[in-house]
């Protein structure tokens, strides 16, 4: 795939950069840092299908990975954590939750506390907000910094469109994008078949340039980035669907992908996306003149 977008710079941390001077020593090879985004799913949504979170627990590398719930996205509510405790308390694993609203409870410094876990886990609720609020604690930077060391960075709805440069926020009522953390290229808008009225909008920004191509997942379906590149489909739900969806010079190539049903057969996540994507522009450039040129 193309992974330059006309009209849209890298929106978060240059690749390459520590975040806090971290020595080339603390970091882990790109292709083991690992984003997993879901579109909706979880303890939040699914109180009694484990399998997303599960499969979350399975990215870590310890056998008993420490994984702290950051339910900042929507105002680090009770029964947001509540549902977390109940889904992880009795699993292995050492589970945590972090309020940045109430950090004076908090006994261990953030930093540390961030820096010291395994899997950080975000959950949904206003994408607007959860940056503002990250922002302001300089938590943006402690997570990139955790990402550089191998720490598995977890999160649904709100909590998995901000590792993006874009997602589609709903924060303030209507569907609207929103410039996210950057991590990852491209953009996504999460609930595709909860939320019916997101992806229509997702797909005129694209349309229009103001949003670069990337993905619509339904709830229930995950992506799992290796580095910058996308490794794996699954979903916790048979019939879930995600899309691939670019725009050149203004006309729209969606791609529907089928996940790996969790327990199921793995596939290939792209499916020959990639070549579709390439004739696309290939027939543009004719068209404009330009032969076999790559512009």
Not at 63 to 92: C, V, W, Y
Not at 251 to 267: F, N, T
Request: glycine share 14%; hydrophobic share 40%.
């Amino acid at each position: 795939m193309d992974r330059h977008m006309d009209g849209w710079a890298h929106g978060g941390w240059p690749r390459g950069h520590t975040g806090d001077g971290m020595s080339a020593r603390t970091t882990v090879p790109l292709a083991e840092r690992q984003i997993f985004a879901m579109g909706g799913g979880g303890f939040t949504m699914e109180p009694a299908n484990p399998l997303l979170d599960d499969y979350v627990l399975s990215l870590a590398k310890a056998k008993e990975p420490r994984i702290l719930f950051l339910p900042t996205a929507s105002g680090d509510t009770t029964p947001q954590i509540n549902a977390f405790k109940a889904r992880f308390s009795g699993r292995t694993c050492v589970a945590e939750h972090l309020s940045l609203f109430r950090l004076r409870e908090t006994r261990v410094p953030l930093k540390e506390m961030v820096l010291d876990q395994d899997i950080l886990y975000v959950g949904g609720g206003s994408m607007r907000n959860l940056l503002a609020i990250w922002r302001a604690h300089e938590l943006d930077d402690m997570l990139v910094q955790a990402w550089q060391q191998g720490t598995v960075l977890a999160g649904l709805s709100a909590g998995a469109m901000c590792w993006f440069q874009a997602g589609l926020t709903r924060s303030s009522g209507p569907p609207e994008p929103l410039e996210g953390l950057g991590l990852l290229e491209g953009s996504l808008t999460v609930h595709a078949d909860g939320e019916p009225e997101r992806l229509p909008v997702w797909l005129s920004c694209l349309r229009e340039g103001t949003m670069p191509g990337g993905w619509a997942l339904d709830d229930g379906v995950g992506l799992l980035f290796r580095g910058y590149t996308l490794d794996r489909i699954v979903s916790s739900r048979p019939g879930a669907e995600a899309q691939r969806v670019d725009a050149i010079a203004g006309e729209l190539l969606r791609k529907r992908l089928q996940p790996e049903l969790l327990g199921g057969k793995i596939s290939d996540p792209l499916g020959g996306y990639d070549d579709a994507v390439e004739e696309m522009r290939r027939v543009h450039r004719l068209r404009r003149g330009t032969g076999g040129r790559r512009m």
